[in-house]
């Protein structure tokens, strides 16, 4: 009998939504290996012999690896989370590791436009498993749905430092970038693996939401404590020297932190089972497919082949009607704000066009930031030390970012406050990131580097709650990837067009007053605050003017945010509850 109830718990377990999000957080927690390219960045800049132009270049295609994804989303329109989680593995290991393989002359040196795509392709299994973990997630906890991003987000934003760590844990205090380039290339490929097939779609069934929020908070609770301890060692680590034991103990307690959310998967299945023992919840949720062909025991058999005459013949009406209407008739005709749209009725909306024009500018900006700091800090003479600590701190802010970002929307909701407002004032707050960095204020490049990526993870948190707010869940998957398609287009932008630019075009003039001239092949340094004063100018003014347009779009979503825009998913919850009552009391 106890073997029986231990088989019967464990398979209640696997198959829950507590364990779903919980590896989740695992999945997500080893494939922020994006934000970690100013680690690693300088060494092929001097490996390879590209100037900032080029460098800048590398790092934009990186992006738009990571935030171009829609294929995945469309993938994921037929296919179970399970293949899109595969997939990111195979594009992970194949593009980093070609990246190894260059870097190291294992091959011989690759032109750029290959390099561009060795990047595009490793990076580009961020978006899968975005798609593949995060979406379902959300679809398994709709009402907490601000919550669920920013504290899932937050994780990736603490991947790159718990990568860092491993990678010193493994390989000691070498520096050399290509031991960080050959872990990012398997073990974020073996997580996505190993978790691929506990990530799927559950329907929702009965449920109580104090308890979803109640172990939502506690994940909070360790999060933090996961990110307090790794931001105290990347400080320590700073002023102490390491070896490899003291790394490995860090590493250790890292990994304890990270796995222990499982003591709050097993409190709440417990919690479950105790309730099915008292006939007060039905079993748990299967998946949805499996839901759809599971009939209604409610209803009597005449009942339901009177309710499936009835359908039979709604659908053929439906199907006489659109016969005679194309599809393309309701592109410019949405339904109400909170339903779902259509893939052609988001993209057109006006609604779209600002969160779309708030990415290329705000998220564009802060990310030209996150992959120049190395180069800024340098050129505004910072010591190297202090430019390694606020580079390795980037994923400790984004991580507050995200979580408070996600948290703060939530707590404003309740009264009545829209959420693309806290987008609105992130995206003021950049500007004074950027003007930090622009003018050269004492002390500067600490303080923005903490606003700029405090507002960078606050913004993918409010960027991906509001599609799925104002557009429904029907497409997330895809309009999760959709939303972010912008990003790459800021990046190259602010991070190509404009920094890089003007960094080579000033480092040239430079030389030319020293009087010297560059060979083909050497690198390029520019000192002194004019490197990138003119190129933070423009991007502060950019998202100066976005925040400002993005005030439209909180005046069109007034009055959708006034009312209980959860208000369905509570509805079809606490019908399912009634019902299930009225049969206990039968």
């Known amino acids: 009998m106890a073997i029986a109830r231990a088989k019967t718990f464990t398979q209640q377990l696997l198959k829950g939504r507590f364990f779903m999000a919980f590896t989740t957080i695992i999945i997500l927690s080893f494939i922020g290996t994006s934000y970690i390219f100013g680690l690693y960045s300088g060494d092929i800049k001097t490996t390879l012999g590209y100037d900032q132009t080029t460098l800048n270049l590398l790092s934009f295609f990186k992006d738009l690896g990571a935030y171009v994804s829609v294929h995945a989303g469309l993938i994921m329109e037929v296919a179970p989370p399970w293949v899109i989680l595969s997939l990111g593995a195979m ?302 701190l980037i994923g400790i802010w984004q991580y507050l970012g995200r979580v408070l970002g996600g948290l703060i929307s939530e707590y404003l909701l309740k009264y009545k406050c829209p959420r693309p407002l806290s987008l609105t004032i992130v995206l003021f707050l950049s500007c004074i990131a950027h003007l930090l960095i622009a003018f050269n204020a004492p002390y500067g490049l600490y303080i923005a580097s903490i606003i700029m990526a405090f507002c960078f993870g606050a913004e993918w948190t409010y960027l991906y709650s509001i599609i799925s707010e104002l557009f429904g869940l029907k497409h997330y998957a895809t309009l999760y990837n959709y939303g972010s398609l912008a990003a790459p287009l800021g990046s190259y932008i602010f991070n190509v067009r404009v920094a890089g630019y003007l960094y080579d075009k000033e480092g040239l003039r430079q030389l030319e007053a020293l009087g010297l001239t560059r060979k083909h092949g050497d690198e390029l340094h520019c000192v002194g605050v004019k490197c990138y004063q003119l190129a933070y100018i423009i991007i502060a003014a950019s998202t100066f003017f976005t925040a400002v347009v993005s005030l439209i779009l909180v005046a069109r979503t007034r009055n959708f945010y006034k009312e209980d825009i959860y208000k369905r998913f509570q509805d079809g919850e606490n019908n399912e509850v009634s019902r299930r009552n009225e049969q206990e009391m039968d």
């Open 91 to 392: 594009v992970n290991f194949f593009g980093y590791f070609m990246i190894w393989l260059s870097v190291t002359h294992k091959l011989p040196r690759p032109p750029v436009w290959l390099m561009c795509l060795y990047i595009t392709i490793g990076a580009n299994s961020l978006g899968f498993a975005n798609t593949g973990a995060v979406v379902p997630c959300v679809k398994n906890f709709p009402e907490n749905r601000g919550v669920v991003i920013g504290l899932l987000k937050s994780y990736i934003g603490l991947g790159g430092a718990v990568m860092a760590q491993l990678y010193h844990a493994l390989y000691g205090n070498d520096n050399a970038a290509d031991g960080v380039i050959l872990l990012i290339a398997w073990l974020p490929a073996l997580a996505l693996l190993v978790f691929a097939f506990s990530v799927r779609v559950l329907q929702a069934g009965p449920r109580e939401i104090k308890r979803e929020k109640m172990f939502f908070n506690g994940i909070l609770y360790m999060s933090l404590a996961l990110a307090g301890f790794i931001m105290v060692m990347i400080l320590v680590q700073k002023q102490v020297e390491f070896n490899k034991a003291g790394y490995g103990i860090t590493t250790a307690v890292i990994m304890l932190l990270l796995v222990l959310p499982i003591f709050l998967v097993f409190r709440e299945e417990i919690y479950t089972g105790s309730k099915a023992k008292l006939g007060l919840t039905i079993p748990p949720p299967t998946t949805i497919s499996e839901m759809k062909i599971v009939p209604n025991n409610d209803e009597s058999p005449s009942t339901n082949q009177t309710t499936t005459n009835t359908s039979n013949n709604k659908d053929n009406n439906n199907n006489n009607k659109t016969k005679t209407v194309s599809c393309f008739k309701n592109v410019f005709r949405p339904p109400p704000l909170g339903e779902d749209h259509t893939i052609l009725q988001a993209t057109f909306s006006i609604d779209m066009f600002i969160i779309f024009l708030a990415t290329i500018c705000g998220i564009g900006g802060n990310l030209a930031t996150i992959d120049n700091l190395g180069q800024i800090g340098t050129s505004l003479g910072y010591p190297k030390k202090s430019i390694s600590t606020f580079v390795s």
